[in-house]
């Protein structure tokens, strides 16, 4: 047999030379790139370093400056090309006394930040200021969505056969066996028909239901037990009734407990103030939330979760601004200010009466008693059922905490003595009393 040739073999060579060709060129533009993107950052021409920068600028300057956006002072990303360094040397060391000078430019920059007084740093070196300059003169690094796009992508392609078509294969299987059954069924009917075997018919057997009807035993004791399984379900059912427990309302403004009192460690009784000296403990008003978010128009990067990215908690923080009337650009209030209408989470009975301040102040009882894990709750959800047998049980099991406590220090005594114990109760104290709780 004559033996034919590879005619694809030049081409094949071919193709490889070009691919070679193809990956040392974008190898070549590559690193070509690299030296261009190296040039823009400015920190060679001004002989500062940003890392350093970094930190002294957190440390000094981000209470009242962010890089990009205007705060209770002026964006600073950039600041270098607008003033030399001999004028932001004597500018950040003490702003007050150039603006005494006269100095154009420092009254300019005062006047346009609404006559803000800036705090003077004469701790700060001019090596120092070089530093966070350099640091405030980097490129804004841009999210690579497309980038995080094509991951995504790629892993969804990596997943294999879908449960779909392995559903869809094993469904087919059942049908084709079911099909095959009523096939040999009739077959092997023909098959007894043809050799004269007579299939004899079921014999008439009495129904369960008709047998069940007629056994009076048998109906006597259901009927029991239908009757008690009814009456659990029944009970349970009512027991629930006002009982909210893991109740999760979406807010108008998203609140993350989780970023305030887990993160930041902001204690629960700054916002809820209330808590220690009313019956309530209050809905925080946003004046407090501006306190710190005056100078918070954004999250930081690393506060995004896979769930709720950077762009949606900044968002919350527009709404708060929107709520309030607070322009951020003018770091000014417009006067334009609309309610919130939180949704309620917690609430007892009118007929109930809680007290927090005795809890809270005199008890000494910690928010997380009641409230679940709060630092860790993206969104807060109802911890307890708050049923009358959870706050009984509450009761018979907390101790009466008497150290530096002068309240119950009297009547502490004379039950202490009474019962025979050196702590006591909550219940031991009257805690079970009905009028503790109700009116």
């Known amino acids: 047999m004559k033996k034919v040739g590879n005619h694809n073999s030049n081409s094949r060579?071919?193709?490889?030379?070009?691919?070679?060709?193809?990956?040392?060129?974008?190898?070549?533009?590559?690193?070509?790139?690299?030296?261009?993107?190296?040039?823009?950052?400015?920190?060679?021409?001004?002989?500062?370093?940003?890392?350093?920068g970094k930190e002294l600028f957190n440390s000094n300057c981000a209470a009242c400056h962010k890089l990009d956006a205007k705060s209770t002072g002026p964006a600073l990303r950039g600041i270098a090309e607008k003033h030399d360094m001999p004028w932001m040397y004597k500018w950040v060391q003490n702003s007050a006394a150039l603006i005494k000078s006269g100095d154009k430019a420092a009254v300019k920059v005062f006047e346009e930040n609404n006559k803000v007084p800036m705090t003077a740093f004469p701790a700060l070196s001019e090596s120092n200021i070089d530093d966070i300059i350099a640091y405030t003169s980097e490129k804004k690094e841009e999210a690579p969505a497309a980038v995080a796009g094509a991951v995504v992508a790629g892993e969804s392609n990596q997943s294999g056969i879908s449960d779909t078509v392995i559903l869809g294969a094993l469904a087919l299987v059942m049908a084709m066996l079911v099909v095959m059954l009523v096939l040999v069924n009739n077959v092997l009917r023909k098959v007894a028909k043809a050799n004269g075997i007579v299939i004899e018919p079921k014999a008439k057997t009495t129904p369960i239901w008709k047998a069940f009807a007629q056994s009076q035993f048998l109906v006597l004791v259901s009927s029991v037990l239908l009757l008690l399984v009814s009456a659990y379900f029944v009970y349970g059912f009512l027991m629930q009734v006002g009982v909210d427990q893991n109740y999760e309302p979406i807010q108008p403004i998203h609140f993350s407990h989780k970023i305030h009192a887990g993160d930041n460690?902001?204690?629960?009784?700054?916002?809820?103030?209330?808590?220690?000296?009313?019956?309530?403990?209050?809905i925080p008003s946003l004046n407090v939330c501006m306190n710190c978010h005056k100078s918070i128009a954004e999250v930081a990067e690393t506060t995004a979760t896979p769930e709720y990215s950077k762009a949606?908690?900044?968002?919350?923080?527009?709404?708060?601004?929107?709520?309030?009337?607070?322009?951020?650009?003018?770091?000014?209030?417009?006067?334009?200010?609309?309610?919130?209408?939180?949704?309620?989470?917690?609430?007892?009975?009118?007929?109930v009466y809680f007290n927090?301040?005795?809890?809270?102040?005199?008890?000494?009882?910690?928010?997380?008693?009641?409230?679940?894990?709060?630092?860790?709750?993206?969104?807060q959800k109802q911890f307890a059922p708050l049923t009358m047998g959870w706050c009984i049980d509450c009761h018979r099991k907390t101790d009466v905490k008497m150290e530096g406590n002068e309240y119950y220090t009297k009547i502490h005594e004379e039950l202490s003595k009474k019962y025979g114990v050196e702590k006591l109760t909550a219940a031991q104290m009257g805690g079970l009393e009905c009028g503790k709780c109700h009116y």
């Not at 070009?18 to 060679?44: C, G, H, K, N, Y």
């Not at 460690?265 to 209050?282: D, L, M, P, T």
């Open 312 to 351: 949606f908690y900044d968002e919350q923080i527009d709404k708060l601004y929107a709520a309030v009337g607070w322009d951020k650009s003018s770091q000014s209030y417009t006067g334009k200010s609309q309610p919130v209408k939180w949704v309620r989470i917690h609430n007892l009975p009118d007929f």
């Open 356 to 379: 927090h301040s005795q809890h809270v102040s005199v008890a000494g009882i910690e928010c997380q008693t009641c409230h679940g894990p709060v630092e860790t709750y993206e969104l």
């Open 265 to 282: 460690e902001i204690n629960c009784k700054y916002c809820h103030s209330a808590a220690r000296v009313s019956k309530n403990a209050g």
């Open 13 to 52: 060579k071919l193709f490889v030379s070009l691919a070679l060709m193809l990956t040392f060129s974008l190898t070549s533009f590559a690193q070509d790139a690299a030296p261009a993107d190296a040039t823009e950052a400015p920190v060679a021409a001004l002989g500062g370093d940003p890392v350093k």
